[in-house]
């Protein structure tokens, strides 16, 4: 296949937030080493596959997309290329490339920086990125995710993500606030912090920087409208972070704080600290620094050994702390974990049976608190024209892509700022009218 120096490449990011700023990086080293992009993989000499691996779910849908984008004739008679980033070659290394021969290179995450030497050698046409190339490409989206950190210094018993993406390494306040910028002279307005741990930043380095300074020193950056704050573990959650949160006014009151659970003894068997008591007493001491503030957490249930006196009191705190927002997953016995040598394994129909009840109670907690907004004037940033041709926007309270959204009929341009009554609450969603 003859390419020339500008090679079409279509990249599909499968996985979480940190997925989506590793693709932007791929997307901005090999934009800067002369290629271009098409949003059809049919028409692209390479497909760049970026996937995740954390749990086997994620891993069957990473290889059944590769294998999908492979059982293409017509582009694989041609020579397209496909390559395989991200976490399933780092956790499953050579072992993949043995047993997954559809796929032409395999680029871990912590060789994404090669991205464009390896199309080029695929290509037989040699692409360096420029060495000013820009970090990262901003895509136009009213929002953007600025990660704070990569890796994981936790052992919770259940995660493969430290085996992944290594130990935990902050990234330099320099870096993170250069990024900023780029992002918001690309349009973004939002900036969503991310990391596997945001409330760790700093654990290692020398300086007395931690998640407040860079908060304060990120909401300073002009153009940051909103900056919202996600995986915030709650034991790193201090009444400095609070304070510094509640009093920038581009600061959402909004935090995600993945719990797992509620029950000590299923907390401790996942090597995790807190229980029910702990966290209502922290969720009273952050509802009574931000009285307003939205609240996101995880739980998951079925974790080996849970007993039904277990899956009651996690009932009972996900009623009485009333999460705005609760993601509800199933526990996933992941090979090379401690918890997936723990005895007790729960059945996969106890498994599907307690998340359902769980998700039934977060739901009518959820869609109680959306309700109670009703009436209520918000500002709300405009993400654009969804599918169906509404107009999108998210308040402080509703993070990109998982909480939710506000629907209007004015047909108002992607990124603008708006005040909006809110008319009528539909599940998690919220109608509003533009004042
Ligand atoms: S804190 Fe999150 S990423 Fe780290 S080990 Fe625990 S679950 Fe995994």
Redo the contacts with the bound molecule.
């Keep these: 296949m003859t390419v020339g120096p500008s090679p079409a490449i279509h990249i599909v990011t499968l996985g979480c937030p940190k997925n989506e700023v590793d693709s932007d990086r791929m997307r901005a080293s090999l934009a800067a080493a002369g290629a271009r992009f098409t949003d059809d993989p049919a028409g692209a000499d390479v497909v760049v596959v970026n996937t995740c691996a954390f749990i086997e779910a994620a891993t069957e849908e990473s290889i059944a997309t590769v294998l999908e984008l492979a059982a293409d004739e017509p582009s694989r008679e041609r020579g397209r290329r496909i390559v395989v980033a991200g976490c399933m070659p780092s956790r499953y290394g050579g072992e993949l490339a043995a047993a997954l021969t559809e796929a032409d290179a395999f680029v871990p995450v912590a060789e994404e920086g090669s991205v464009a030497e390896v199309v080029g050698s695929l290509l037989g046409t040699p692409l360096r990125p420029a060495a000013d190339a820009p970090a990262r490409t901003a895509d136009g989206r009213p929002y953007a995710y600025l990660q704070l950190s990569d890796g994981?210094h936790?052992?919770?018993a259940y995660?493969t993500?430290?085996s992944i993406r290594g130990p935990y390494r902050s990234r330099p306040l320099s870096d993170i606030l250069a990024e900023g910028r780029l992002l918001i002279a690309g349009g973004a307005r939002e900036l969503v912090l991310i990391g596997?741990?945001i409330t760790a930043y700093g654990r290692d380095c020398d300086d007395e920087i931690g998640l407040p300074e860079v908060v304060a020193a990120v909401a300073a950056l002009p153009g940051a409208d909103r900056v919202r704050l996600m995986y915030a573990?709650p034991d790193g959650v201090t009444d400095r972070l609070l304070h510094v949160m509640a009093d920038l006014p581009n600061v959402c009151r909004y935090l995600d704080m993945?719990l797992q659970h509620a029950s000590a003894g299923v907390l401790r068997a996942m090597r995790r600290t807190g229980d029910a008591r702990a966290f209502v007493d922290l969720l009273g001491r952050i509802r009574a620094v931000m009285p307003d503030v939205s609240l996101r957490s995880t739980v998951i249930v079925g974790f080996p050994g849970e007993t039904e006196a277990d899956v009651q009191e996690l009932l009972a705190f996900v009623r009485e702390a009333a999460f705005d927002h609760l993601g509800v997953f199933m526990y996933s016995a992941e090979e090379g974990t401690p918890a997936a040598e723990l005895p007790d394994q729960v059945a996969e129909d106890d498994k599907v049976e307690r998340f359902q009840r769980v998700r039934d109670v977060a739901d009518e907690v959820g869609h109680a608190r959306a309700a109670e907004k009703v009436g209520e004037e918000l500002l709300v940033l405009v993400d654009g024209v969804d599918e169906d041709g509404e107009t999108t926007g998210r308040t402080c309270g509703q993070a990109p892509d998982i909480d939710g959204v506000v629907l209007f009929a004015d047909a108002l341009r992607a990124g603008t700022l708006t005040r909006v009554r809110i008319t009528d609450s539909i599940g998690y969603d919220l109608v509003g009218e533009v004042l």
């Design positions: 994981c936790r052992r919770c995660c993500i430290p596997q741990d573990q993945p």
